[in-house]
């Protein structure tokens, strides 16, 4: 059989021959199979489901009954391409059996190929009836050793109707059967899980089946890797109410909060230098969306951070520094960490009684002006973080902006020449990059505007127009200038002869169409 490669509608009595083929004894079944990909190829997608209705798909899930690879590979590429346009209830309608028989080939291709369509059109439509002889199948794949059939797997089952699957018992009994077997399929069950466990009712079905039984043990396990993907599958959870309630009901969140060491590398097992970071992501996360109950019942999280920040292991400070990124990204996080109880919490030795962010903020001044370039961008930006404002009601954005210029007074030694201006004249991107953003969240309040009126050496690196200057770089410095030509109180702050500069400034003049600064900070975000 030879095909035009020139097609442009539906040849239906192409179609009709290949099926009569595949259905007789004695085809070339490989040649067919290809002539049907190469005619499938030039048709666009509306053409290419009309082929798929006309087509017997149950005669091209037969030809993956074979031992030779080549057919089993160029059968998988044709259902490829007709599964991923048919409408999800006529797949299953139709081809449900063929479906089923395929995932329980002997062939790791054709399952992971299999389950990886399956996945997708449940993704288009996930209230389709799945027959229990299915979804019993897709489970046993979750004990693969086959990395791509088992991650399939667990992608497919996570579109399955959480309370609807787990309601039915034979399903419910193989889950319960395989996550007896050992730890790594367990944890792929609890990827399943977890992600299910999105509502009250599925929760609580999850843990009254017992499915669950096994977390304290599994998240304490020898084997670290294990514990580490664990508690990352945890965080969606634990930041939902419900979530961190269930969790701390069975020890999880205290069994975590004794493993956070500042000084990982002093407790009995090394291995838990590795696990520390993760531990601190998962109560960062909490503490983003509960910060005022993790600082009062959970207080040894900042200590840690904080302990961190000044240690002289570059990969401790970085992860502290992320922490604070994080934390400084939530604004109720800012407003309800402005506590001056923290020093007595840190232990921060000063005659004032500082809040949390006043804390942070002095250790991070003095990474971003030393010598080592590899934590000077992000200290800069957590900084920026601390004194960034976000836009809100005019009452609690000057109650913000009040707080702010707190935090950034701590900053001593002159931040805008020792650590903005040093930063923007780094041939280092990274450090630069973050150098102009910092000096962008100072554009935008008062305070810092009545800073940077004081900084000419600075201004002049703004307004000048470096043709070297990377794309980043000069959307930052259009930003800058934009902030203040727009400010509502630069007016009031700024000099006339820098306003006057501004206003006749060639690289605002040259770029009336450039993208707004939100979105562009948006793009540079790091």
């Not at 007074?409 to 991107?429: E, G, T, Y």
């Not at 102009?436 to 969240?441: G, I, P, S």
């Not at 000048?464 to 259009?478: A, G, M, S």
């Amino acid at each position: 059989m030879s095909v035009d490669l020139t097609p442009v509608d539906v040849d239906t009595d192409l179609i009709a021959l290949a099926m009569h083929k595949l259905s007789i004894d004695n085809t070339n079944v490989t040649d067919v199979l290809t002539d049907c990909n190469i005619y499938l190829t030039r048709l666009n997608r509306s053409d290419v489901l009309k082929s798929a209705n006309l087509m017997d798909l149950n005669l091209i899930f037969d030809c993956l009954n074979t031992t030779d690879q080549k057919q089993i590979e160029i059968s998988c590429a044709l259902l490829q391409k007709l599964l991923s346009v048919l409408q999800p209830s006529h797949a299953f309608n139709k081809y449900s059996v063929s479906i089923e028989r395929s995932i329980h080939h002997p062939n790791d291709t054709v399952k992971s190929t299999i389950l990886s369509e399956l996945e997708k059109i449940l993704a288009n439509d996930n209230n389709v009836d799945i027959q229990v002889d299915l979804a019993c199948t897709i489970v046993d794949c979750l004990t693969s050793s086959d990395m791509s059939v088992s991650y399939n797997a667990v992608k497919c089952l996570k579109r399955f109707q959480s309370v609807e699957t787990l309601s039915s018992i034979p399903i419910l009994s193989k889950l319960q059967t395989i996550m007896a077997m050992d730890a790594k399929i367990r944890t792929r069950v609890y990827d399943i899980l977890i992600h299910w466990a999105k509502s009250v009712d599925a929760l609580a079905l999850i843990s009254s089946k017992g499915l669950f039984s096994n977390l304290v043990t599994d998240i304490t396990y020898p084997d670290v890797m294990m514990q580490m993907v664990t508690i990352q599958m945890l965080i969606p959870l634990s930041v939902t109410e419900y979530g961190f309630d269930y969790l701390n009901s069975i020890g999880i969140i205290s069994g975590l909060y004794r493993l956070l060491s500042s000084n990982p590398k002093e407790l009995e097992d090394p291995l838990i230098v590795i696990l520390n970071p993760i531990v601190l992501e998962f109560f960062v996360k909490i503490t983003q969306v509960r910060p005022l109950f993790i600082f009062t019942t959970y207080p040894k999280v900042f200590v840690v951070i904080y302990e961190m920040l000044k240690e002289g292991d570059n990969s401790l400070v970085g992860v502290a520094i992320n922490a604070i990124t994080n934390l400084a990204s939530s604004w109720e996080c800012k407003i309800l960490l402005d506590n001056p109880t923290a020093s007595v919490i840190l232990n921060f030795e000063d005659d004032d009684q500082l809040d949390i962010w006043s804390i942070f903020i002095i250790e991070l001044s003095r990474i971003a002006s030393s010598t080592k370039t590899e934590l000077k961008a992000g200290a800069i930006q957590a900084i920026t973080k601390i004194i960034q404002i976000e836009n809100g009601e005019l009452s609690s954005r000057n109650d913000m902006i009040e707080r702010t210029k707190k935090w950034y007074k701590q900053l001593k030694d002159n931040p805008l020449k020792n650590i903005v201006h040093a930063s923007c004249i780094v041939p280092f991107l990274d450090i630069q990059q973050a150098g102009y953003e910092m000096f962008q969240a100072l554009a935008e309040q008062p305070w810092g505007q009545e800073d940077i009126n004081t900084c000419s050496s600075l201004l002049d690196l703004v307004f000048k127009d470096c043709p070297k200057d990377p794309i980043v770089i000069k959307d930052l410095k259009k930003i800058i200038i934009k902030t203040l030509l727009e400010s509502n109180t630069s007016k009031n702050t700024l000099s006339e002869e820098l306003l006057l500069r501004i206003q006749n400034n060639d690289i605002i003049k040259s770029n009336e169409h450039s993208p707004q600064p939100d979105v562009l900070v948006e793009k540079m975000a790091i």
